[in-house]
């Protein structure tokens, strides 16, 4: 009777195993047709060959030249590290304030804080770019920036708040007597022990400000001040049936969102997690 | 002295979660409104704003392009958003039957999720591309080819004015891993002597997948559902680049019509009436889920049916 509970559950385990390990043949192929076409010639590519006879690398130096790569990459870092950054300071220390601090209508403002979350950016859409063409920031970076250092993002003010909520009080309490101020224990205290929220902020917002379209398509106009996302699109209204050339800059641009994941992955279960689950 | 310190900590309250309020002020609240009033007027941004009453309201329900991205993006939400979660389940339920390697297979579930923007969007086009994707020469060895052909041919994807949204809905289920991750989790906090005293009274698979996996994954599926609705209400770059919404408006996403209506027909009033009716649309899903979801949500430690 054991005997049979235990073969039986073994079945069922290598059954699992092989539909996952299929699964992950299905997840991977869309991938590995993209390496594989970045490297094929354009008569290859054009007639579905399994694999490159021999490696264009070549069509990486032309894909790249022809959509204007390293300006737009310029342009695309500085408005990626400027926006993290920004939701990284302005988010933590209202999360600490949200956590930490007692004052009045604290709490209100927080719920106020969670619905917004469900408020579609659409609908701010219109009268945000009738403010910034007021200010006359249409077709320059600061409206891709500065809302990320005026809180930016109610998602990354809620899961550090969740973060610092873990971390004893009694600390702050030590601090205090030892004369310290509110914004000292912030970043005395409450900062170096959130390390991995923060990294955790600091990579959901890499994500989204190196692949955020939209934005970028609303305030950017001149060809010089064009963001990876808006210089491939570009790119492939012109050369749309050169799959070899459109796969090679697509894989560049991926390139760094996939070597962050794989080396910070546990950063952003945590915060899929912290949200989805305990939230 | 603690008067002062009660006051002095108020005023830190207020300026630690200053940067929040003024983005409050200045990017949602101000706007909100703005857009509601906006979406009583007619305005190209060049001459000035003029008072139109229910007009925009008035046009939009004779618009035909409104209805036409409404039923693009509610059969896209019906199919994709079901499916999505189901397959998340699936997966994360198998990955969860201790199968060895289970980091490795979860990464590489999750990676497309991860992925999006329009690097990802042309990388699909050219999937579904007739003459040089890899989907429909994989599709002919499956011997699946012929099927779908025989529903309606010819099976060319983006260039079909039927299958443009199916392959939208494809491309979809390639970021399963999304769902699935946050299911993983909460299928891993289930305390195992649940299954263990059901053991003991000689439940079957299904008995504990029905009576102890379902009700204790619920109130992550809730979360799954609602957020899977607003993505799916909010889709655009994958419309915007890979068919800009044809053939035909056959992938004419909501938020498609509105960016091409405000945006490069200037129609700021009018595009701000579709954005309010977007946002009562979502509002409106969200409660109703909200609501039904007491009979089918499970809390540990909530009683049931409140």
Redesign the interface.
């Known amino acids: 009777m054991r005997r049979s509970k235990k073969t039986s ?1 073994k079945i ?2 290598m059954a ?2 092989v ?3 299929a ?2 043949f299905v ?4 991938l590995f ?2 390496l594989t ?1 970045s490297l094929k010639t354009y008569a290859e ?2 007639n ?1 060959a399994w694999l490159p006879r021999a490696p264009q690398w070549a069509n990486y130096f032309t894909a790249l030249k022809a959509m204007n790569f390293w300006r737009a990459l310029g342009n695309t870092i500085l408005i990626t590290f400027l926006a993290m950054t920004g939701h990284v300071f ?1 988010c933590a ?2 999360a ?3 956590s930490r ?4 209508f ?1 709490d209100p ?1 927080f719920v ?2 969670l619905a ?1 979350m ?14 910034f ?1 007021a200010l006359g920031w249409v077709d320059t970076f600061y409206p891709l920036i500065v ?1 990320a ?4 993002s109610a998602f990354f ?1 809620f899961l550090l708040r969740q973060f610092f909520m873990t971390i004893p009080t009694e600390l702050d309490d030590a601090a205090r007597i030892d004369g310290c ?3 000292g224990i ?1 970043f005395k205290i409450i900062v170096p022990l959130s390390k991995p929220a923060l990294l955790t902020v600091a990579l959901f917002s890499f ?1 989204y400000n ?5 934005g970028p ?2 305030y950017l106009n001149s060809p010089e001040k064009k963001t990876l ?2 210089a ?2 570009d790119f ?1 209204s012109l050369y ?1 049936v050169q ?1 070899h050339l ?2 090679a ?3 560049v ?2 390139l760094p ?2 070597a962050i ?2 080396f910070a ?1 546990r950063y ?2 945590k915060g ?2 912290i949200t ?2 305990k ?1 | 002295m603690k008067l002062g310190a009660r006051r002095g900590e108020t005023l830190s309250g207020y300026l630690t979660i200053s940067p929040w309020l003024l983005g409050f002020l200045a990017f949602i609240i101000g706007p909100i409104l703005a857009s509601l009033l906006l979406s009583f007027m007619k305005w190209d941004i060049i001459t000035p704003p003029a008072f139109m009453g229910m007009g925009n309201y008035k046009k939009l329900i004779e618009d035909p392009l409104l209805y036409q991205s409404l039923k693009v993006t509610f059969i896209y939400t019906i199919i994709a958003v079901p499916l999505n979660l189901g397959f998340g389940l699936l997966v994360a339920i198998l990955m969860n039957q201790g199968v060895k390697g289970i980091n490795i297979f979860r990464t590489i579930f999750y990676m497309p999720a991860i992925l999006s923007g329009v690097a990802v969007a042309i990388l699909w086009q050219k999937i579904f591309n007739p003459h040089f994707g890899v989907l429909n020469p994989i599709l002919k060895g499956l011997r699946i080819l012929p099927v779908l052909e025989l529903i309606r041919s010819p099976v060319t994807w983006l260039y079909s004015e039927f299958w443009a949204l199916p392959a939208f809905i494809v491309m979809n289920l390639w970021a399963v891993g999304g769902a699935m991750i946050i299911y993983l989790a909460a299928l891993q906090g289930i305390p195992t002597h649940l299954y263990e005293s059901a053991d003991i009274d000689g439940a079957s698979v299904w008995t504990k997948f029905r009576h102890i996996t379902l009700p204790m994954l619920s109130p992550v599926i809730l979360f799954n559902l609602i957020m899977g609705i607003i993505g799916s209400f909010q889709v655009f770059t994958t419309s915007y680049v890979m068919t800009g919404g044809g053939p035909n408006n056959a992938t004419l996403f909501y938020v498609l019509n509105l960016y091409r209506q405000a945006f490069q027909y200037h129609r700021m009033g009018y595009g701000c009436a579709l954005a309010w009716v977007l946002f009562i649309i979502i509002i409106g899903f969200s409660l109703i889920i909200l609501k039904t979801s007491s009979g089918w949500v499970y809390y540990a430690g909530a009683r049931r049916g409140r």
């Open positions: 559950k069922w385990t699992a195993t539909i996952i390990l699964g992950v997840i991977l192929i869309p047709w993209m076409t590519a054009e579905m302005s220390l209202v600490y304030g949200f601090l007692r004052f009045p604290r403002l106020i804080l917004t469900m408020i579609p950016g659409q609908v701010t859409m219109i009268p945000i770019f009738i403010e063409k809302p250092f005026l809180g930016g003010i101020s509110h914004f912030f994500m190196w692949n955020d379209f939209m398509l609303i996302a808006l491939l699109q492939n749309a799959p459109m796969m800059a697509s894989l641009i991926m969102c996939l994941f794989f992955q952003f279960i899929m997690v989805g689950v939230g």
